[in-house]
């Protein structure tokens, strides 16, 4: 077809010029509406809707002691995915994910600064005013040069791979060289089950709080979250994007976006999620253009589902000759 | 007006009127062709957002977190989420099967663009209400989604954790594009009309579009619309019209002198239009 006949086809649609049916869309909306609330008050009846009750450090420091120590080990010495993550939370550039010379994530910078040994270990303890064993054995880990902190970290997290769990929720594990890890994380540990930590990690120079990334930072690096989202259907493999907690559906739009993390190459990339809105990103606007793009734009014509839509238009026009 | 130049007021509403005259804003009647139940999905989607942003407006006069103490607040919430799963179901069928007329001929570009925007825009409304429920689903999709933000340099400015940030684009910002966009998404419905069907005939014969070549109405529901009428579908806007002649009190015992009629043959004054034909 040519340019001039796709032209005069498409101008012939401009304006329906046929015959009329009598409509009333005020009553249409109404009656559309009144179905709809039946609907949801159906829905809302029957199934009602989802409510977890949120994960607290608390919760979570009580009743899995040794994963909670062992992730503020990591963040002490900066080895967990806080402490690695680079831009917005700090300026590590190692993991910073790509398409090939593009990294957009260094393109606003460290927009939302956290040190992961300062912010959720150090300064907490600093807090703890009233106890001198407590705050020498920070001074004494400050002081340390760094390759004796790595070392003392990477021995106590070692350690706790064996560690046990006392029936007071404490932990103990077998003698070594730590320096003041186990004291200082000890602290913490108590700290955290008597509800101080989950506080403290929202307590900046304002009264009022909203932001709640720092704590949930310190959660998603820990077990926590994950093991609950594990028996709710919620991890990536198990297409968690589109579900909700117990049997609810969730956003089930979003199947296209979960669908590429379940295959390769993104499922096992280390760009996975950029390479994911990148695709995500060119199919949007591939969509939101379709009547610009040929081939696409043209597979309604080609493929005749238009005539089961409009049969009865079509079997009026066959019979009026 | 004595300055024959319109107001600003004036020329909006004149312009207002002439793109979308009443009985296109408000149709009663419509193409014979359309006798498919896929039409329905449309208002479907118009509804269900409807109930959305009305459970919404009642959860926030309590606040966030009413839901999870209160039982109303539980059963608004309840409604506000099925709202949203219609919502989306309804316009995930009303795009497919706007995909499959084409419905973008004839000059209906906007509206396919307007209506596939209001979409992709739903999306993180949608997304930014699970992650200010306050409980475990938002912690865990907050944190999960962080990464795809960040990655793709939105983090910086959107953050899924920061309840307060989210809070406000759910409530506000999101909704208000999605209102918008739907908005004129319908205007430009009903400014260009729903597209017709495709012409079966290779030869393009605008004037009898979808018509059998009789000109008799399609199906025996049907009765010729306005726009098969000869004439002007609407009538005239005001503007159209020429200014009122202002008529004086008449004194008791006084004559009223007649208004002369312009003659045959004669040209009207500049600046005035001449009055269009009534449509009877």
Redesign the interface.
């Given at each position: 077809m040519s340019r001039e006949?796709r032209r005069?086809?498409?101008?012939?649609?401009?304006?329906?010029?046929?015959?009329?049916?009598?409509?009333?869309?005020?009553r249409?909306?109404t009656i559309?509406?009144g179905?709809?609330?039946a609907?949801?008050?159906l829905?809302?009846v029957l199934?009602?809707?989802?409510?977890?009750?949120?994960?607290t450090i608390r919760s979570w420091s009580r009743t899995d002691p040794v994963d909670f120590v062992t992730t503020a080990a990591t963040e002490l010495d900066g080895s967990s995915t806080t402490g690695g993550?680079g831009?917005?939370y700090n300026d590590v550039t190692a993991n910073t994910?790509h398409i090939g010379p593009f990294y957009?994530?260094?393109?606003?910078?460290v927009?939302?600064p956290i040190n992961s040994a300062q912010d959720f270990v150090l300064a907490p303890l600093r807090s703890l005013t009233g106890q001198p064993a407590l705050q020498a054995a920070i001074s004494t880990y400050e002081a340390a040069p760094a390759k004796t902190k790595a070392a003392w970290t990477a021995a106590f997290e070692s350690a706790l791979g064996k560690a046990r769990v006392t029936s007071s929720d404490s932990i103990t594990v077998k003698p070594g060289n730590y320096g003041p890890v186990p004291a200082m994380l000890g602290s913490l540990l108590r700290f955290a089950q008597f509800g101080g930590l989950d506080g403290a990690l929202l307590t900046s120079d304002q009264f009022y709080q909203?932001?709640?990334?720092e704590p949930?930072?310190f959660?998603?690096d820990g077990g926590v979250?994950t093991d609950?989202?594990q028996q709710?259907r919620?991890l990536?493999p198990q297409w968690?994007?589109m579900n909700?907690?117990g049997q609810?559906?969730?956003?089930?739009?979003?199947w296209l976006y979960t669908f590429w993390y379940q295959i390769k190459p993104f499922s096992t990339s280390a760009?996975g999620?950029?390479l994911?809105?990148g695709i995500m990103?060119v199919l949007?606007l591939a969509?939101?253009?379709?009547?610009?793009i040929p081939g696409l734009?043209d597979i309604?014509?080609r493929?005749p589902?238009?005539k089961l839509?409009?049969r009865?238009?079509?079997r009026?026009?066959r019979a009026?000759? | 007006m004595s300055s024959g130049r319109k107001s600003w007021t004036g020329a909006v509403r004149d312009r207002a009127v002439a793109v979308l005259p009443p009985e296109k804003l408000l149709p009663d009647s419509q193409p014979a062709y359309m006798s498919s139940w896929i039409y329905v999905f449309g208002v479907l989607s118009l509804v269900s957002l409807v109930l959305i942003i009305g459970s919404g407006m009642i959860l926030l006069l309590q606040g966030p977190d009413w839901w999870h103490t209160s039982s109303i607040g539980h059963f608004f919430n309840s409604i506000h989420m099925w709202s949203v799963e219609l919502f989306f179901f309804f316009m995930v069928i009303h795009l497919w099967g706007k995909y499959w007329m084409a419905a973008w001929r004839g000059g209906r570009r906007r509206v396919w663009i307007t209506g596939a925007v209001a979409f992709v825009v739903a999306v993180p409304c949608a997304l930014t209400g699970y992650v200010s429920q306050q409980n475990f689903d938002s912690q865990w999709i907050s944190t999960q989604a962080k990464d795809a933000m960040n990655a793709a340099g939105i983090g910086s400015f959107f953050n899924l954790m920061n309840f307060g940030q989210m809070y406000s684009y759910h409530v506000l910002l999101l909704p208000l594009a999605v209102v918008a966009l739907v908005a004129a998404h319908i205007i430009l419905v009903r400014k260009h009309g729903i597209v017709p069907p495709f012409n079966l005939s290779k030869s393009v014969a605008p004037a009898t579009n979808g018509t059998p070549s009789n000109g008799s109405p399609v199906g025996p529901r049907a009765t010729p619309g306005p726009a098969a009428r000869p004439g002007p579908r609407f009538v005239p806007v005001p503007a159209q019209r020429p200014d009122p002649v202002p008529v004086p009190e008449v004194p008791a015992g006084r004559e009223v002198p007649a208004v002369p009629e312009v003659p045959a043959g004669r040209d009207v004054p500049a600046g005035r239009e001449v009055p269009a034909e009534p449509v009877l």
């Open positions: 006949s005069r086809e498409d101008e012939s649609y401009r304006e329906w010029k046929g015959a009329y049916s009598p409509y009333d869309i005020l249409e909306a559309a509406f179905v709809v609330l609907l949801v008050l829905l809302t199934f009602s809707s989802p409510d977890l009750p949120p994960s993550y831009p917005p994910q957009p994530a260094r393109w606003f910078g927009s939302q909203t932001n709640y990334t949930l930072m959660m998603a979250l609950r989202a709710q919620l990536g968690g994007m909700e907690t609810y559906p969730g956003q089930v739009w979003l760009n999620d950029i994911v809105m990103g949007s969509f939101i253009l379709v009547p610009l734009r309604p014509r493929i589902i238009y839509i409009w009865d238009h079509y009026a026009q009026g000759g | -």
